[in-house]
């Protein structure tokens, strides 16, 4: 009777109920007869619920079955994706380290170059100082070689004038083409 009236029973059928099913089907009345009836036929749709809902769950059931099959896929790539990435994180930071070693050692050599390298900076501004001496030394010899090199005017004594016997003589001395 508890079954029943959890599935829908009337409660005017439950008192009823219990007196029907102690007599014998045969010894049974009319209202006995219909509340057994009444009772058998809400059992009948209270199992045939169950049993479309069982229906409906196998269903259900397939398609969580297939759900989890589909995340089941899901996971093994993501566990597939997350093993890759730790892989190049990994790859990277060796990459990483590698190069602030790289660059640890060029700051080093750097720092170690640098007394030289202001050494040298000072020669080669002493250089360029003399260098500069040096070449004004060549511009004022090559003036000097350019003016040395103008020829100068021919300067001519003085003549004095000659007298008729020593123009005859300067003239008969003379070559004659």
Not at 2 to 29: F, N
Not at 41 to 65: D, I
Not at 80 to 92: F, T
């Amino acid at each position: 009777v508890e079954m029943l009236k959890r599935i829908g029973l009337d409660a005017s059928l439950e008192g009823g109920l219990p007196v029907a099913l102690k007599a014998k089907p045969s010894e049974r009345g009319p209202f006995a007869e219909k509340v057994v009836a009444y009772s058998e036929g809400l059992l009948t749709k209270h199992v045939a619920a169950v049993e479309a809902k069982l229906g409906g769950m196998e269903v259900e059931a397939g398609n969580r079955g297939k759900a989890v099959e589909d995340a089941e896929v899901t996971l093994a790539a993501s566990v597939q994706a997350k093993e890759h990435a730790q892989e190049s994180l990994a790859a990277a930071g060796a990459e990483l380290a590698q190069k602030e070693k790289e660059l640890a050692a060029a700051k080093k050599a750097e720092k170690a170059l640098e007394p030289s390298s202001k050494k040298l900076g000072a020669t080669l501004e002493e250089a360029k100082e003399k260098l500069e001496a040096i070449q004004a030394l060549a511009a004022k010899f090559q003036l000097l070689c350019e003016k040395e090199a103008e020829p100068a005017e021919p300067v001519l004594p003085a003549m004095e004038p000659m007298g008729s016997d020593e123009a005859q003589t300067a003239a008969e001395s003379a070559p004659q083409s």
